[in-house]
């Protein structure tokens, strides 16, 4: 069964940081493409990382340059570091597996104050 447990949201002020972490199970981790995607209060969830299974990455033009996607497969997780936050990345992150597109965790809330 596919598991995904993202953490490490908070409040943070305008300009901080903060680095979130999804743990993944029930995937073969190593060979999945993993996105982190955001759905802010009343739009859609849209996509702002994704890396591949050897290690690259892309990014949304709003991220571009703040947000830095990683992974680490020994641990089966994949982490967001984010910087220079601003308040419209205010919203619930959640992970996804390429391969598991229909799974969803529970996300982790993030609010920036301006």
């Known amino acids: 069964q596919v598991q995904l447990v993202e953490s490490g949201g908070g409040l943070v002020q305008a300009g901080g940081s903060l680095r979130l972490s999804c743990v993944a199970s029930?995937?073969?981790?190593?060979?999945?493409?993993m996105f982190w995607y955001r759905q802010a209060p009343g739009k859609q969830r849209e996509k702002v990382a994704t890396?591949?299974?050897?290690?690259?990455?892309n990014y949304a033009d709003s991220v571009k340059g703040r947000f830095t996607i990683s992974r680490d497969n020994a641990k089966n997780t994949v982490y967001l570091e984010m910087s220079s936050l601003k308040p419209e990345d205010t919203g619930v992150y959640y992970c996804n597996a390429v391969t598991a597109p229909g799974y969803w965790g529970q996300g982790t809330q993030v609010t920036v104050s301006s």
């Open positions: 029930g995937i073969f981790f190593s060979r999945t493409v």
């Open positions: 890396i591949t299974t050897t290690g690259s990455t």
